[in-house]
């Protein structure tokens, strides 16, 4: 119970949750940019197929 007071009252506690919280954005954004990536390129091969 005391690490919980420490992580929500501290600096370094609070320090740590933000980068935790940056880290977890970060990894959505990577993991949204990879699979509009994937769409575009199976839209691009789609298209030349076609042509």
């Known amino acids: 119970m005391d690490a919980l007071i420490d992580l929500f009252t501290s600096f370094s506690g609070l320090l740590s949750l933000g980068i935790i919280g940056f880290v977890c954005l970060m990894g959505g954004y990577f993991t949204r940019m990879a ?4 769409d575009q390129e199976l839209a691009q091969q789609a298209e030349q197929q076609a042509a």
């Open 35 to 38: 699979f509009r990536k994937m």
